[in-house]
């Protein structure tokens, strides 16, 4: 019974430690590595709060009580990086796949959330 609970707890929590295992990186990059970027911003700036940014949205998205708030946060910056793939003609179908991967793991974890209230 015990391991059961263990290892549905795992499945839960494995897509978020994935995500932000995405996001936490990138984030610290920005922070660290502002003035190396090749980005559409060149200002480094413009950077480190964006990567300030991402780090607290990923704790807020790690946070249960503010799961729904760093889910939006996370997926309004990966709907940015959409827009700007699209206007540089990169790829971005997998930035898209992200957008969907992060709500579908907030939905995994709370599902509760995203039902209306009554």
Do not use: C
């Not at 995405?22 to 990567?51: E, R």
């Not at 009580?65 to 990169?90: D, E, Q, R, S």
């Amino acid at each position: 019974m015990k391991t059961n609970k263990i290892l549905k707890t795992t499945l839960i929590w494995l897509p978020s430690v994935i995500i932000t295992l995405f996001f936490i990186p990138n984030a610290l990059n920005k922070i660290f590595h502002s003035n190396q970027m090749d980005k559409i911003v060149a200002n480094s700036t413009v950077m480190i709060i964006t990567g300030i940014f991402l780090l607290i949205a990923s704790v807020l998205f790690l946070y249960n009580k503010t799961i729904l708030i760093g889910t939006a946060f996370l997926a309004l910056y990966m709907t940015l990086i959409v827009f700007i793939h699209m206007y540089k003609g990169k790829p971005y179908e997998v930035t898209i796949l992200i957008i969907m991967a992060t709500i579908f793991a907030a939905y995994i974890r709370k599902p509760q959330v995203f039902y209306p209230k009554k």
